[in-house]
């Protein structure tokens, strides 16, 4: 765990230092809000729950997608010398999980302030959001490790990931949905269950397969 808790330092720092980069995500937030708003004034419920989530995927990628870029491959060759490859990427996945999380809450505020807030079972809603952010930030983090080895390609991370996250998606789009009162489907644990599944699945994947990308 200190290995880990340093390495998730290391990545806040660099974030402190590089401070543009988290403005211009939460600005892109704040800018893409305000036009939604502009266009529509108001969500019908329906919307709002689809936008959200919109917005909230592609934020989640720009911000996610440096996750390796950032790191060049003298600092990668380094890092091979110090660190087991299990803890490097559980380090970044929890670093974005919780980056992604705060930007998906400033997400919820802003559409709160600018638009409208139909959200009935604030509870469900939030519970949903976290695994969904869990499963995205995973997801998205081990394509990126991909695409940093493939010369940073991010048109490569973003046509391997959106595949993979259709299903973390739309069971999004169905546990927000039930909290909204779109829907009245008593499902809803079977969904969480799938879910969390899903995360487990992936996380799994994650950790048995970038040591073995990180290898070469």
């Known amino acids: ?40 004034a108001e969500l019908r419920q329906e919307s709002w729950n689809v ?5 909230f995927l592609f934020v989640s990628l720009n911000s996610i997608l440096k996750s390796f870029i950032q790191e060049d491959r003298n600092r990668g060759l380094y890092y091979y010398t110090l660190f087991d490859p299990v803890k490097v990427i559980l380090s970044k996945i929890i670093y974005n999980f919780i980056f992604s999380l705060i930007l998906a809450f400033i997400l919820l505020l802003l559409m709160s302030f600018f638009v409208n807030n139909p959200i009935k079972d604030f509870g469900l809603f ?27 390609n991010s048109t490569l991370m973003a046509v391997l990931a959106m595949p993979i996250v259709l ?9 927000s949905a039930e909290a909204i009162g779109i829907i009245q489907d008593s499902s809803v644990a079977t969904d969480f269950l799938y879910l969390a599944a899903i995360d487990l699945m992936m996380l799994g994947l994650a950790l048995i397969l970038f040591p073995i990308l990180w290898k070469q």
């Open 1 to 40: 765990m200190k290995e880990i808790i340093l390495l998730i330092q290391k990545d806040v720092a660099i974030e402190l230092r590089q401070g543009f980069a988290a403005a211009g995500v939460i600005l892109f937030l704040f800018t893409t809000v305000f036009i939604v708003f502009k266009a529509f």
């Open 167 to 175: 299903p973390v998606l739309l069971l999004a789009l169905k546990i």
């Open 126 to 152: 939030l519970s949903g959001m976290t695994l969904s952010v869990l499963g995205i930030s995973v997801i998205f983090t081990f394509v990126s490790s991909i695409s940093g080895l493939e010369n940073n």
């Open 51 to 55: 936008m959200f989530w919109i917005i």
